[in-house]
């Protein structure tokens, strides 16, 4: 919640949520790609924070759905769309450690960038849109 207090101040420099009127960027679903292009940069960030979040919260029922399966015969992956909007390839090598290490990594870079008082930097340069809208791009 403090990473999304953050960005919440940088809201307006980021871009706003055109997308979401009514207040922040909620999930809802699985995200597409071309949705993903529409996005603001604040609401990519938050969307991004706010999955992560529900990865860690939910990670042991995340972590043994997952049947190294691809994601149509899969249910963890199904679970993360629901949850995070994000999917992965949960078939390749590695999965459960993408799922373990994301929502850690997000943590400890925004920690680093709030130690060197950089988050404005964090936000605009953690966060790239070019990368695949998989949990694997987005951790990349």
């Known amino acids: ?13 980021l871009g706003g949520a055109p997308n ?13 790609r071309a949705e993903f292009a529409g ?7 938050f969307l991004t924070v706010q999955g992560m979040g529900r990865i860690q919260t939910n ?8 049947n190294n399966e691809p994601f149509r015969r899969n249910p963890g992956v199904m ?17 459960n450690g993408v799922l373990n290490s994301a929502p850690t990594a997000l943590l400890e870079a925004y920690q680093q960038a709030k130690q060197h008082r950089d988050t404005h930097q964090f936000f605009t340069r ?15």
Do not use: W
């Open 1 to 13: 919640e403090a990473i999304l207090e953050e960005l919440r101040k940088r809201k307006d420099k």
């Open 20 to 32: 979401f009127p009514d207040g922040d960027p909620l999930i809802s679903r699985k995200v597409t």
């Open 39 to 45: 996005y603001s940069d604040y609401e990519y960030a």
């Open 59 to 66: 990670l042991s029922l995340l972590l043994g759905l997952n």
């Open 79 to 95: 679970l993360l769309e629901h949850l995070t909007g994000m999917t992965m390839h949960a078939d390749r090598p590695g999965s």
């Open 126 to 140: 953690a966060f790239d849109r070019q990368a695949d809208p998989c949990l694997e791009g987005r951790i990349s």
